[in-house]
């Protein structure tokens, strides 16, 4: 069955990609200052909240990887999820940003705790968890699930810098609700666009029929998962990848505020650290078919540890920050694209090593990894506020409060990219992938032979 991704599916998939970016970038980015310097309501009480809930994500992401291995449509596995579950996130986001002013400080809390509740723990779970198992189910070939994702990184960007520029402008003009409503429009669209443009192919035969369609109980699955020692490693490192990005996405709009002095160089910033990606997604394929994945992320790590050291030592400089940007956002674009793409071998492997095929629940440490390391990155940030003594309600904010932000959107990140480079030095699947598509395609074989 020819499994090479037709432009079509690529672009939907880029697409698809996109949507969640621009629903996790407003979420991610901007919540944390609506609530403290909005809502009213205190850093530290956030940081903590925000943390719980990615804790029970950890648990709805298995959980909900489980339900979407039992899944077995004439549409595929994921797609159905995401086609159900999309609306409520768009929702689930708009609520997010609608606190009543009209309640107490404890009322705003619960308010607060109950919708970022079902936004992180039940529908983006859902949503996103269906998507990231969407790639590896599209195709079993290397090349075309890297392009695909470098596709998705590319556009991504280009909607994070949009969103950098435009959003608080419209926050000025309709409000935070009216401006989350605008962005949980796009972001729907967008997903659905992608549900409805690809196709999976991996758990169908040539007459599109469902193959592997045995159902693992849970216990069983679970097993297999914690069993491929590559799918712990991976679950550390997207927890790890998305700390840092949690840290600098939530602390960006304080860090070009109370630190650079303007409010509006928050785009600016942005686009530093994401222009280089679009250089980079025209060489990507070409370094990772020379050199390897692995070597091309490991260089990556490199990379963004020195543009972190950079900003952080000298942040009041904006030539200086700008080129600290430039250098992590070099070695970031490997590190969000092909994690993703490396998702897929983690799977491979899986299969390879015990013979079964838990697509989902594989696929759970990348959600699981997201939402725990969004969540660290959160805590990290209303905690270390709280600390600083930072007051939302400030016109400007004390020496130690400013220290804070400083090193939460540079040094604390270098050092968790730090141990991000040791762990992933023991996760080459280079080195083991040709025998193990091998292996897969000669077990395949002699199942449908034995059909």
Same mark, same amino acid.
């Given at each position: ?40 309501? &205190?850093?530290?009480?956030? =940081? ?6 990615? @804790? ?84 079993? &070939? ?129 686009l530093f650290g994401f222009l280089p990606m679009f250089v980079c997604a025209f060489f990507l394929p070409a370094l990772t078919k020379r050199f390897g994945k692995w070597k091309v992320v490991m260089g990556g790590y490199v990379l963004s540890i020195i543009g972190y050291a950079i900003i952080g ?13 430039? @250098? ?40 699981? =990894? ?5 969540? @660290?990155?959160?805590?990290?940030? =209303? ?5 600083? %003594?930072?007051? %939302? ?10 220290? +804070? ?14 141990? %991000?480079? @040791? ?6 699947? &280079? ?17 449908? +032979?034995?059909?």
């Amino acid at each position: 069955m020819n499994q090479k991704l037709s432009l079509k599916e690529i672009i939907s998939y880029a697409l698809g990609n996109t949507g969640y970016v621009v629903i996790y970038m407003i979420f991610s980015g901007y919540l944390t200052m609506y609530y403290t310097d909005f809502a009213g309501i &205190d850093a530290a009480a956030i =940081g903590s909240m925000m943390l719980l809930a990615r @804790i029970f994500d950890g648990v709805s992401d298995l959980f909900v990887g489980h339900l979407i291995d039992k899944t077995n449509t004439r549409w595929g596995k994921a797609r159905p999820w995401i086609m159900g579950s999309v609306p409520f996130l768009a929702i689930a986001l708009v609520l997010s940003f609608a606190v009543p002013q009209s309640m107490s400080g404890s009322g705003k809390l619960i308010y607060a705790t109950i919708t970022y509740f079902f936004l992180t723990v039940v529908v983006y779970t859902i949503c996103n968890m269906a998507f990231i198992t969407l790639l590896p189910l599209m195709s079993t &070939d290397a090349q075309s699930r890297t392009k695909a994702a470098n596709a998705g990184a590319f556009i991504g960007p280009i909607a994070v810098l949009s969103i950098s520029y435009v959003a608080m402008p419209i926050v000025e003009k309709i409000g935070w609700t009216g401006m989350a409503a605008v962005f949980a429009v796009i972001g729907f669209a967008m997903i659905l666009i992608c549900a409805l443009g690809t196709k999976e192919r991996t758990n169908m035969n040539e007459n599109n029929e469902v193959i592997n369609a045995e159902r693992i109980p849970v216990k069983e699955s679970l097993k297999y998962v914690f069993k491929n020692k590559y799918f712990i490693i991976f679950a550390f490192l997207f927890i790890i990848s998305y700390i840092t990005q949690g840290l600098t996405q939530g602390c960006g709009l304080y860090f070009a505020r109370d630190v650079m002095g303007d409010i509006n160089y928050f785009g600016t910033l942005n686009l530093f650290g994401f222009l280089p990606m679009f250089v980079c997604a025209f060489f990507l394929p070409a370094l990772t078919k020379r050199f390897g994945k692995w070597k091309v992320v490991m260089g990556g790590y490199v990379l963004s540890i020195i543009g972190y050291a950079i900003i952080g030592l000298f942040a009041e400089s904006f030539p200086l920050v700008a080129i600290g940007l430039i @250098i992590k956002g070099v070695g970031a674009f490997p590190l969000t694209t092909l994690m993703y793409a490396l998702l897929g071998d983690v799977i491979d492997y899986g299969e390879y090593k015990f013979g079964k095929r838990v697509d989902g629940m594989t696929s759970s440490c990348v959600s699981f =990894g997201t939402k725990v390391g969004t969540g @660290i990155g959160s805590a990290i940030l =209303g905690w270390g506020l709280s600390l600083g %003594g930072y007051a %939302g309600a400030a016109a400007t904010q004390s020496a130690t409060a400013v220290a +804070a932000i400083r090193a939460i959107y540079s040094y604390v990140p270098m050092v968790v990219t730090a141990i %991000g480079m @040791i762990l992933y030095c023991f996760a080459n699947l &280079d080195k083991i992938s040709p025998e193990v598509q091998a292996k897969i395609a000669e077990n395949r074989m002699a199942t449908e +032979a034995h059909e």
